[in-house]
């Protein structure tokens, strides 16, 4: 159930990062049975990190706190909306559900690629901004085969 | 212009990374200047880091070595079509161009959910696997406002 005195943590972290320099406005917290168990913020420019934003920060340290590559049980504060990045993290990581304060067109708005990476994401490989080529796809599925192949192995 | 030699390196660090134990069948290269300057497999459970994705590693050591949070005039060689996360990482990182080898659809037969995650994110919050909800934006927007109005911020 959404506690607001987890988002107006959030919200004070992500106030407190940019007063401190450390990256942009953002910041997110994981809450496991009441409790905060993790938080992040946006340390891209003080880390010379491009992934760095707040979630995958918070991810990286809920995981660490829970020994887990997984954030079962979990529930996600974020002061904005995910961008592509942190919303396939979050899925990647499942937690049971995901609060978030501002929207992507409110991140666009100061500046931030967020809705750019959206719009990309439609486009064909050929017409993207970063252009995609597909390339040695045959050998690169031998690999592939290998995995499926494998019997020891650890799935996520 | 897409070096094949590149892309084979990538694929056999990609069948070290199965062989090894240390995570998913995957890897990826950072070249510039026609020299690989990072490289990156999937440790997820291998470090318990649902981000430890081949290319989100590249990119992190890329940006390490090069003191940058952008990986100006860089060309990215990886095994398989970026994921939602990782295509976020790469449109944040801002690399020239990316080589990929298998397709979303090859991920998926072998039981990663690349494919599924682009699909979800075409699905309106509510309706999400993993629920998502937008809670006092007007209080998280003041936030947003006060970064507009910081005459000294780093943008990225």
């Given amino acids: 159930m959404f506690q607001p005195i987890f988002m107006?943590?959030?919200i004070e972290l992500s106030r407190k990062n940019i007063s401190d320099g450390k990256g942009g406005p953002f910041a997110?917290?994981?809450v496991r049975?009441?409790?905060v168990i993790a938080s992040g913020?946006?340390?891209v420019t003080s880390t010379n990190d491009p992934t760095a934003h707040a979630e995958i920060v918070a991810i990286r340290e809920a995981c660490r706190v829970l020994h887990s590559f997984q954030l079962d049980g979990c529930e996600v504060y974020t002061t904005c909306e995910p961008c592509p990045m942190c919303l396939g993290a979050?899925?990647?990581a499942r937690p049971n559900k995901v609060y978030f304060g501002n929207a992507r067109d409110d991140a666009a708005r100061i500046g931030f690629d967020d809705l750019f990476i959206y719009e990309e994401m439609e486009h064909a490989f050929a017409e993207r901004k970063i252009p995609m080529v597909q390339m040695m796809r045959e050998e690169a599925l031998t690999v592939f085969r290998e995995w499926e192949a494998k019997q020891d192995k650890v799935r996520y």
Same sequence: chains 1, 2.
């Fill in 90 to 92: 979050l899925y990647w």
């Fill in 33 to 35: 049975s009441g409790k």
């Fill in 8 to 10: 107006k943590e959030a």
């Fill in 28 to 30: 997110a917290l994981i």
């Fill in 41 to 43: 913020t946006n340390v």
